[in-house]
Nanobody
Framework: LQLVQSGGGLVQPGGSLRLSCTASGSTLYYGGVGWFRQAPGKEREGVSCIEMDSGRTFYADSVKGRFTISKDNAKNTVYLQMNSLKPEDTAIYYC????????????????????WGQGTQVTVSS
């Protein structure tokens, strides 16, 4: 399973961005895809996750009501729509996936068990 990210960039507070995570090498019928972020000097934290077969979604409290995770099965892609962005959302965002189970992915990914995207910078600043 390989994951390629797109999206991200610089946005003003209150703005929106959408991140994409496209899988290859495997079709994501099962398992899940999650989004994680790491800010300078801080530990990596889980942002959101979606279970591919059930469609169940999970969110960190800090992003509930502002971020939405979704999937497009035909495109083998998972999206993270980020609205009402705050400066504290500034971080490098990574997607991670497992095409078998979500248990290795959320809320704490097992690095040796999941595949990672290349990361993308999100900066929220005026």
């Amino acid at each position: 399973l390989q994951l390629v990210q797109s999206g991200g960039g610089l946005v003003q507070p209150g703005g929106s961005l959408r991140l994409s995570c496209t899988a290859s090498g495997s079709t994501l019928y099962y398992g899940g895809v999650g989004w994680f972020r790491q800010a300078p000097g801080k530990e990596r934290e889980g942002v959101s996750c979606i279970e591919m077969d059930s469609g169940r979604t999970f969110y960190a409290d800090s992003v509930k009501g502002r971020f939405t995770i979704s999937k497009d099965n035909a495109k083998n892609t998972v999206y993270l729509q980020m609205n009402s962005l705050k400066p504290e959302d500034t971080a490098i965002y990574y997607c991670a996936g497992d095409d078998v189970t979500i248990a290795t992915l959320w809320p704490i990914p097992l690095d040796g068990e999941v595949s990672w995207g290349q990361g993308t910078q999100v900066t929220v600043s005026s």
